[in-house]
């Protein structure tokens, strides 16, 4: 992967949607699951424990990627997992 730049967007919903840098980084880096997300674009993903919640929860992180640099666009968490994970393994 080239190297990584976070756009604001996705930096902003870090806070806003309560998901720690951490787990994003390792969706980036062990992701579950890797599905098209439109041109140029990939969706990560990976479930984990939020802490927060309490629960299992699917982490979505959606990059773009350029010549140069693989942009994280914005990340967003949730609760529907077998949704977006359908025909995977439990």
Known sequence: MNPIRWSDHALGNLGEREIDRSEV???LQSPEAVVPGGPARE???RRY???MLEQEML???VVEHAESETVVVTAYKTSQIS???KGMRP
């Open 25 to 27: 980084d390792l969706t």
């Open 43 to 45: 969706v990560y993903m």
């Open 49 to 51: 424990l939020d802490r």
């Open 59 to 61: 982490l979505r992180v």
């Open 83 to 85: 949704r977006y994970l």
